[in-house]
């Protein structure tokens, strides 16, 4: 593995039956990036990331993780080196307020002591300005409170990577300008991020590189400007021919 490389996928394929999804793709994450993932729907985004998170197991090719082999490792292995995600449905405990997700989320992903959990939580809790909803049931937040929610969670386990799946659809303008400023803060403080989303806005205003998928494949890689103004791209994503 390069240099400055927190993770590495080579050769990754998956099928669910007849129907391949992720066929023979390759990629690299650079320390301390944010790596942005379009591609229509269907095009194998959420299975990358749930091949990355252990979710799903890989039919070939080899995942590194800070040069450590990933394959064959169980998901909470996963999460306690560092891998943390959010989920395009967000999964909150809906019964527990948002300060016990935290908790949950810092205890049993990050491996933390109780002693140690409750002033770490109550820092992400501010870093993701929900302070004032510490003891509201989390089933009762508004959308944009959810996914504040949802990546407060991913932060509690303490991840060195994030992956961010979709996170800004459905959000006004105002609360995604929100939303990428603190996922701009999140990266600013160190954390890598992979991010797919649909909200391309959202996205070119994080991003330092994207990659593109496309039944599977990976058709365009490089810094925003030239990924967007990519014929292929322009083609397969927004309809755009020529
Ligand atoms: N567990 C599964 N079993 C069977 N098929 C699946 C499974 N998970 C995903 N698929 C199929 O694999 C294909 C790729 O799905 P995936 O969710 O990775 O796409 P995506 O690029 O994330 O799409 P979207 O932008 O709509 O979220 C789709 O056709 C989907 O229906």
Not at 55 to 84: H, K, M, T
Not at 164 to 183: F, K, M, P, Y
Not at 184 to 198: K, L, N, S, Y
Request: net charge neutral; with cysteine; glycine share 12%.
């Amino acid at each position: 593995m390069a240099n400055g490389v927190i993770l590495e996928g080579r050769g990754l394929s998956k099928a669910f039956g007849a129907l391949r999804v992720l066929h023979d793709v390759s990629f690299e994450v650079r320390t301390g990036e944010v790596l942005g993932i379009l591609g229509p729907n269907g095009a194998g985004k959420t299975t990358l990331f749930n091949l990355v998170s252990g979710d799903l197991r890989v039919d070939s090719g080899e995942l590194a993780f800070a040069g450590q082999p990933l394959v064959g490792q169980p998901p909470y292995r996963r999460c306690r080196i560092g891998i943390g995600r959010t989920y395009q449905i967000p999964r909150p405990y809906v019964g527990m307020t948002t300060f016990e997700n935290l908790l949950v989320a810092a205890s049993f992903g990050g491996g933390r002591s109780e002693a140690e959990c409750y002033a770490w939580c109550a820092q992400i809790l501010r870093d993701c300005e929900l302070s004032d909803k510490a003891n509201r049931s989390a089933g009762t937040l508004t959308l944009l409170d959810r996914k504040r929610l949802e990546l407060a969670r991913a932060l509690a386990s303490g991840p060195k990577l994030l992956l961010l799946d979709e996170i800004a659809g459905g959000l006004t303008d105002e609360e995604g300008r929100e939303l990428v400023s603190l996922i701009r803060r999140i990266r600013d403080r160190g954390v890598t991020i992979v991010w797919i989303e649909h909200v391309l806005h959202a996205l070119l205003a994080v991003a330092d590189r994207m990659m593109v998928l496309n039944f599977g494949e990976k058709i365009a890689e490089g810094v925003p400007e030239d990924v967007i103004k990519d014929p292929e791209v322009r083609r397969v994503y927004m309809g755009v021919e020529g």
